[in-house]
């Protein structure tokens, strides 16, 4: 490419190819300068030169190349034959008689036929499809909900079943060890009986040993014989063996008994959808929009605690903090201050396990080996959740006030996510579509706005995302850091108002942020020292729990601004 033209260099004029342009020919699409124009006009007089300033060019129709005769454009255009037409074509009898129009007319006219499709596409069309799509979607989600309640409520019945059946069983095998007792009983009673006469007639047949090795006649006069009273045999007791006699029950009436799952369906409605026109919004600068335009991050705070080991964080407002860390003291600092404006210690002694504050305001934290959750009310602890065999970890609160725990089995085997209303069960995520374990070791836990459920596993040392129904969205490895490269080893994990995922990394020392579809943004690396647990408050700081530093940070990574003045984003 010849350097005059490229974008970034001057453009010349295409005659003297010296000049630097200033006109335009639209006609002829060659650049010009002033002293070239009249040399232009005049090298072809059967031409109408359409020479505009080089800034206004292609404000001018286009004249097409005319498909009959070389080198000759086309300036009207015959509505008979529907085709552009020039002058020598007109000069002919082909065209004779028929309607013609300019092609800047014709031009203008399809312009505006155009312009209308496209404002109905626009404001009408597009519109009325982003709503369907949108209400599809709604369904879908729906659909995913529904069958999650579904399947939930196929196995509450199920273990109800499992129950039952059990204590069915106890039930009979305990009538039948009570029936074998009673047997046994009365048998060895009749031992017993019989052995007694064993033991009395050995008696009689020593005696009669003895005075028959006599001559003594005194002593044989004296012994009088006992026979007659063992002639007479003790009943025969012959039990009965109680048998356990089967219901033989087919898959089938099994399946009714059990119940059944409806058949699903699809009802279409040919006019189920009307139009939707565009609404117009107002003008920008009435409505300026406040936006994050992302900073270098900065520490503007950093307070002390008395802890060895800083381990969560949770903010109570832009101001105050929750925090815990290797005992069973948690503590609700200012960010002006280092020293606790309260201090709670946990029911069991234990350390707690996480901490969060709810979107109401409640303070609530997990003992794992209490295997319980509590909620601090009225300056009292409540336990809200007591788990049996399962041990919790992570914990937080959702905008419709539900409880999200993470936990793993005792056999450190398991782990999965559950939701709770109050002490109740709603919903469980521990496998995927394919019947997989979703979680390995499901440690901290976070909501995003699109109420898609963020948890780190330590076990898999990854982040799993899955959406309100439990249905797996994607995964987060981490990404390679230009300083640090060792292997990312997620812990806390929070969000901002733009719905982007934060997570601690603490073997690297930094914050990732990935967007809410799991793509990688930036970093946050301010020389953390193990950043461990972590939270946002409602303007987007950033404050994190160094494990090792002792110290909660508070960190500013985004620049509030005026959209109208916002320039680009990096």
Known sequence: MDPRRSAQEAVYCDLCETAFVQMHCDTCLVNLCTACVGEHMASDDLFDHKVVKFRSMNSNPLYPGCASHDKELCAMYCNHCEIPVCLSCLAMDQHLGHKLSKVSQVLEEKKLQVAKQQSELNQTIY?????????????????????????????????????QVDRIIKRHKTKAKEMKANQMQTLQKHLDEVNKKLSDIKDELHLFDYVLESNDISKLKSVEGNVDKYKKLPDKIVPSLPKF??????QDKLCDLFGNV??????????????????????????????????????????????????????????SFWVCGDDDIMKLFNVEKDSPLKSIKTLSGNTPASITVTPSG???????????????????????????????????????????????????????????????????????????????????????RNKDVCVSDQGARLIIVVNEAGKQRFQYTGKSHTQRNKPFYPQGITTDSHSHILIADSRNGCIDIVDKNGEFLRYIDCELKCPWGICTDKNNNLFVAEYRGKKVKKVKYQQCTNENDRGTML
């Open 127 to 163: 519109p009325t499809y982003q709503h369907i799509a949108s209400d599809i979607q709604d369904e879908i989600t729906k659909l995913e909900k529904g069958y999650g309640n579904l399947l939930t409520a196929i196995r509450e019945h199920g273990e109800d079943w499992y129950t």
């Open 262 to 319: 409806s058949s699903f369906s699809f009802s279409s409605k040919e006019s189920g959808y009307n139009f939707r026109t565009k609404k117009k919004s107002p003008p920008a600068e009435s409505f300026p929009q406040v936006v994050q335009q992302p900073i270098e991050p900065e520490v503007v705070s950093t307070i002390s605690t008395d802890y060895k080991h800083v381990k969560n964080v949770a903010c109570l407002n832009s101001d």
């Open 362 to 448: 409640d303070f609530v934290f997990a003992d794992y080996k209490d295997k319980t959750v509590n909620i601090l009310q009225n300056e009292k602890i409540e336990t809200v959740i007591r788990l049996n065999s399962w041990i919790p970890h992570g914990v937080c609160g959702t905008p419709s006030g539900d409880l999200l725990v993470t936990m793993v089995s005792e056999d450190r085997k398991q782990s999965k996510v559950v939701r709770y209303s109050d002490s109740t069960e709603k919903q469980s995520f521990q496998y995927d579509v394919k019947g997989q374990p979703l979680y390995k070791c499901a440690a901290y836990i976070t909501i995003n």
């Open 245 to 250: 006699t089967p219901k033989k029950t087919s």
